[in-house]
């Protein structure tokens, strides 16, 4: 893997939506990256996903002039051993998450940064899972990553300072702006949004209102860009409950509990953009 701008090579462990999209981000700002999954069908299909995000971030203008980095994809985690910082960004399971980020940490050299892309999971958790938790940071990308440019930084109690500065760098390299957050489950934007979701989904599911009108209200009366229930279909009502679930089980708050609409979504497939229906009808699978 060849040396990006700013002397980085990145690998990317986890090929779904926001792997992908996050590959997209640093490939279309010249850093190589080396994308990890264990099934190659995915890989494939991850290949297709990151060159139309590419396409889609050059016609809304969101990425610089200049030559992409070279994008590798392989199914080995031993082909991120020289990276100067991996990403996680795999499903928003705690033992999922610690048992991929456990085997980043053993495969990589000391001082290599250590990202987790998770959305809810507290940091310190995952830092125990970690052989050096000082090199660990959570960076929360927002979906569409490759549009969107503020982020979600979360320093750990074990997180240190040169850790900050290397996040810090990279995300200028990616022209990304890190809003910095103490650790705590949820963060700041889900344990505000997730909630609000789930509420959004409750009003549907009692008959109070359609999706379109709980979505319009918020759009027209409070500024909500998308609507939560859109907002939902976009990162996926699976991804949904897992990161509620997390919440529900670290605060015991009534509001972060699932409600029962998006646990039938979920058992029926209707996930969202990524399988053509959720609270909408996209009318066939998004890539």
Partial sequence: MGVGYAGHRLA?????VMGTNITALAVGHGVPVVLVDVDEAVLSTAREAVR??????????????GPHGELVTSVSLGDAADATAVIEAVTELPSVKAEVLAKVSATVRPGTLLVSN????????????????????????????????????????????????????????????????RDGTGFVINRLLH??????????????????????????????????LRTADLIGLDNLVDSLNVLYERT????????????????????????????????????
Avoid: W
């Fill in 12 to 16: 990317v462990v986890g090929a779904g």
């Fill in 252 to 287: 015991g708050e009534d509001s972060c509990r699932p409600c029962g609409l998006l646990l039938e979504k979920v058992r029926t497939g209707d996930l969202g953009r990524k399988s053509g229906q959720g609270f909408y009808d996209y009318g066939k699978v998004a890539s």
């Fill in 195 to 228: 909630p609000l979701i789930n509420a959004a989904a409750m009003v549907v599911a009692e008959g109070i209102a359609s999706a379109e009108v709980v979505d319009g209200l918020l759009e027209g009366c409070l500024g909500h860009s998308t609507g939560p």
């Fill in 52 to 65: 139309l995000k590419l396409r889609h971030a050059q016609l809304m203008g969101a990425l610089p002039d």
């Fill in 118 to 181: 998770t959305s809810c999971i507290p940091i310190d958790e995952l830092a125990s899972s970690v052989l050096r938790p000082s090199e660990l940071a959570g960076v929360h990308f927002m979906n569409p990553a490759y549009l969107i440019k503020p982020v979600e930084v979360i320093r750990g109690p074990r997180t240190d300072h040169r850790t900050m500065e290397t996040v810090a760098g990279l995300l200028a390299c990616l022209g990304r702006r890190g809003l910095v957050v």
